[in-house]
């Protein structure tokens, strides 16, 4: 059990269908114990079912488009476990009408909060929970090849998954100084309640299909294991990175 002693906080479960629910399944596999945050009431009676049946430790509130949300969800978090070992920022949010237009007509309302609640936030609950981190601690990111290539319909949310791997990147600097680790991982599409949002998705998870090398999509399981390893003294020499879950469908060129 590569995880066993270790505290999770796992922040982005909106159901069973969600990365953040694979994640944490695997993490529960692997002797983690796991606490879970959800933003408002209507997510909070989709999580506590999830955390019962993980057997979670406990949920809290945290709205990361609050700075006083984030620092009383600290508090909670701190008189609940005191430290922890391991963050998982499964968080991503834009306007429907951004993703349907040109990226050209993007809204500026519509850009700042996708780069607020996508991006920011990781910044956000970084800087937060910084000294609750425990040192060789790991924090992962879920981020998206239309970070780094034009996807149909991903516009804005593209724009921001750049952004949060750069802040990747530099947050692996800072919080380096403390010896924890922070990495992202890219999968590749899977029919999460964030995925609805994005017109032809279907026609994106066909064409992944047939063209990826491995000849699938990926499961919130393969994504799981990934994070098991990141989480893991596995990867204790690794930080800064964008790993790709996605059956080799990033590798590939015309």
């Given at each position: 059990?590569?995880?066993?002693?270790?505290?999770a906080?796992?922040?982005?479960?909106?159901?069973?269908?969600?990365?953040?629910?694979?994640?944490?399944?695997?993490?529960?596999?692997?002797?983690?114990?796991?606490?879970?945050?959800?933003?408002?009431?209507?997510?909070?009676?989709?999580?506590?079912?999830?955390?019962e049946?993980?057997?979670?430790?406990?949920?809290?509130?945290?709205?990361?488009?609050?700075?006083?949300s984030?620092?009383?969800?600290?508090?909670?978090?701190?008189?609940?476990?005191?430290?922890?070992?391991?963050?998982?920022?499964?968080v991503?949010?834009?306007?429907?009408?951004d993703?349907?237009?040109?990226?050209?007509?993007?809204?500026?309302?519509?850009?700042?909060?996708?780069?607020?609640?996508?991006a920011?936030?990781?910044?956000?609950?970084?800087?937060?929970?910084?000294?609750?981190?425990?040192?060789?601690?790991?924090?992962?990111?879920?981020?998206?090849?239309?970070?780094?290539?034009?996807?149909?319909?991903?516009?804005?949310?593209g724009?921001?998954?750049?952004?949060?791997?750069?802040?990747?990147?530099?947050?692996?600097?800072?919080l380096?100084e403390?010896?924890?680790?922070?990495?992202a991982?890219?999968?590749?599409?899977?029919?999460?309640?964030?995925?609805?949002g994005?017109?032809?998705?279907?026609?994106?998870?066909?064409?992944?299909?047939?063209?990826?090398?491995?000849?699938?999509?990926v499961?919130?399981e393969d994504?799981?294991?990934?994070?098991?390893?990141?989480?893991?003294?596995?990867?204790?020499g690794?930080?800064?990175?964008?790993?790709?879950?996605?059956?080799g469908?990033n590798?590939?060129?015309?």
């Open positions: 059990m590569l995880l066993k002693g270790k505290k906080l796992i922040f982005g479960v909106a159901n069973k269908k969600s990365i953040a629910y694979g994640i944490a399944k695997q993490f529960k596999e692997h002797g983690a114990e796991l606490a879970f945050s959800y933003v408002n009431d209507a997510i909070k009676k989709r999580v506590e079912p999830i955390s049946e993980l057997g979670g430790a406990f949920t809290f509130q945290c709205d990361v488009q609050s700075d006083e984030i620092a009383a969800s600290v508090a909670e978090v701190k008189e609940q476990w005191g430290d922890f070992d391991i963050l998982i920022h499964s991503a949010f834009a306007n429907r009408d993703l349907k237009k040109r990226y050209i007509e993007t809204s500026r309302d519509g850009f700042h909060l996708a780069m607020d609640v996508s920011y936030s990781l910044v956000s609950l970084c800087n937060a929970y910084e000294d609750l981190i425990k040192p060789g601690g790991s924090v992962m990111a879920m981020t998206y090849l239309g970070a780094s290539r034009v996807i149909t319909n991903y516009n804005v949310m724009v921001a998954k750049a952004t949060l791997e750069a802040s990747v990147r530099y947050l692996a600097v800072d380096g403390k010896d924890v680790r922070i990495n991982i890219s999968a590749g599409p899977i029919k999460t309640l964030a995925a609805s994005i017109s032809s998705f279907k026609d994106i998870f066909r064409h992944i299909e047939e063209r990826a090398p491995l000849k699938r999509n499961t919130t994504v799981g294991k990934t994070a098991v390893y990141y989480a893991s003294d596995l990867s204790a690794v930080t800064g990175e964008t790993h790709f879950v996605d059956c469908y590798i590939l060129g015309i």
